[in-house]
T-cell receptor, first 113, second 109 residues
Framework: DAGVIQSPRHEVTEMGQEVTLRCKPISGHNSLFWYRQTMMRGLELLIYFNNNVPIDDSGMPEDRFSAKMPNASFSTLKIQPSEPRDSAVYFCASSSRVGNTIYFGEGSWLTVV | RKEVEQDPGPFNVPEGATVAFNCTYSNSASQSFFWYRQDCRKEPKLLMSVYSSGNEDGRFTAQLNRASQYISLLIRDSKLSDSATYLC??????????FGTGTRLQVFP
């Protein structure tokens, strides 16, 4: 069974460039989460969707970050313009129903230089 | 104050040892609790849920103390393969999972 699929797995970009991270949740799952992980702050919830609708984006650090979920099988997290402090691992996760176990993708390792 | 706090470790223990991790949470409205495991450069994966009465899964025992807002994980007979970071996780409402920063365990031969 395919798990949560994220792309790219690794990205190195220059400060000021736009970064787009992609996620395909597990088929049939209707909740999708974007997390960011750093050594200093651990795993932070950025935003989550239920049935493609953003429910809570209070974790999005600032206006440079945006997320969309145009359909049940695809979501993007965009950073524009990117900054070195955005360097982190960005995880996408999904669950079959609100309250159920969430499953993580392998993460997108972002380095902004 | 962080919503979920853990001792970062590392805990370095020999094979066969028993090791315990603790976690405290600040939101008394927290509804459910979990331990996740994260291997180096990998994604977090659910290890076990934590129930009010305490629960066991093989060598792993989890306990919850709601009055003290405290969660624990006990690992008996540690194996080399138990080496990982253990994340304490709290569900604040039906959707939102808050992760601790993790406790690193290293089991040596």
């Amino acid at each position: 069974d395919a798990g949560v699929i994220q792309s790219p797995r690794h990205e190195v970009t220059e400060m000021g460039q736009e970064v787009t991270l992609r996620c395909k949740p597990i088929s049939g799952h209707n909740s999708l989460f974007w997390y960011r992980q750093t050594m200093m702050r651990g795993l932070e919830l950025l935003i989550y969707f239920n049935n493609n609708v953003p429910i809570d984006d209070s974790g999005m650090p600032e206006d440079r970050f945006s997320a969309k979920m145009p359909n049940a099988s695809f979501s993007t997290l965009k950073i524009q313009p990117s900054e070195p402090r955005d360097s982190a691992v960005y995880f996408c996760a999904s669950s079959s129903r609100v309250g159920n176990t969430i499953y993580f993708g392998e993460g997108s390792w972002l380095t902004v230089v | 104050r962080k919503e979920v706090e853990q001792d970062p470790g590392p805990f370095n223990v020999p094979e066969g040892a028993t090791v315990a991790f603790n976690c405290t949470y600040s939101n008394s409205a927290s509804q459910s609790f979990f331990w996740y495991r994260q291997d180096c450069r990998k994604e977090p994966k659910l290890l076990m849920s934590v129930y009010s009465s305490g629960n066991e899964d093989g060598r792993f025992t989890a306990q919850l103390n709601r009055a003290s807002q405290y969660i624990s994980l006990l690992i008996r007979d540690s194996k080399l393969s138990d080496s990982a970071t253990y994340l304490c996780v709290v569900r604040i409402n039906t959707d939102k999972l808050i992760f601790g920063t993790g406790t690193r365990l290293q089991v040596f031969p």
